[in-house]
């Protein structure tokens, strides 16, 4: 990874695995700064949920942007309500009108737990480094 652009990459395929899609949060204000940020490793999946389906970020051309400080105020607002209902998957129940409920997924919220702690600490950084504005693509 190059220091000349600060950017950090949010999932890490197998090198004996094919390529898997990658989500990066980028820093807008000043892409040439010599500071690493933290890592940040999140599926383009997992990415979309968080920042679409629980931060409410909407993608401009595959592209989500937003202020540091406002991802932490979205992120304070999340409640552990909200990530079972986002990773909630259907399941066969015969009692339910519908014939399914859906069930939340104890080991996918902690994975959407974790991106959403490293999100934190990725804005977090950049407040302190004087970064407002940061992509994730």
Same mark, same amino acid.
Request: proline share 7%; glycine share 4%; net charge positive.
């Given at each position: 990874?190059?220091?000349?652009? &600060?950017?950090?990459?949010?999932?890490?395929?197998? &090198?004996?695995?094919?390529?898997?899609?990658? /989500?990066?949060?980028?820093?807008?204000?000043? &892409?040439?700064?010599?500071?690493?940020?933290?890592?940040?490793? /999140?599926?383009?999946? %997992?990415?979309?949920?968080?920042?679409?389906?629980?931060?409410?970020?909407?993608?401009?051309?595959?592209?989500?942007?937003? *202020?540091?400080?406002?991802?932490?105020? %979205?992120?304070?607002?999340?409640?552990?309500?909200?990530?079972? *209902?986002?990773?909630?998957? &259907?399941?066969?129940?015969?009692?339910?009108?519908?014939?399914?409920?859906?069930?939340?997924?104890?080991?996918? /919220?902690?994975?959407?737990?974790?991106?959403?702690?490293?999100?934190?600490?990725?804005?977090?950084?950049?407040?302190?480094?004087?970064?407002?504005?940061?992509?994730?693509?």
């Amino acid at each position: 990874r190059s220091t000349l652009f &600060p950017y950090t990459t949010l999932f890490r395929s197998h &090198p004996i695995v094919p390529a898997a899609q990658v /989500m990066r949060i980028q820093i807008v204000d000043n &892409p040439t700064a010599l500071l690493q940020p933290p890592e940040v490793n /999140m599926s383009t999946t %997992r990415g979309t949920v968080v920042l679409r389906d629980l931060l409410g970020y909407q993608s401009a051309n595959g592209r989500y942007e937003f *202020a540091a400080d406002d991802v932490l105020q %979205r992120i304070a607002a999340v409640t552990e309500d909200r990530i079972a *209902a986002c990773t909630a998957s &259907p399941v066969q129940d015969a009692q339910s009108e519908a014939g399914v409920r859906r069930t939340p997924s104890p080991i996918s /919220m902690k994975a959407v737990q974790r991106c959403l702690e490293e999100i934190r600490l990725f804005a977090e950084w950049a407040i302190g480094h004087q970064y407002k504005r940061l992509a994730a693509y």
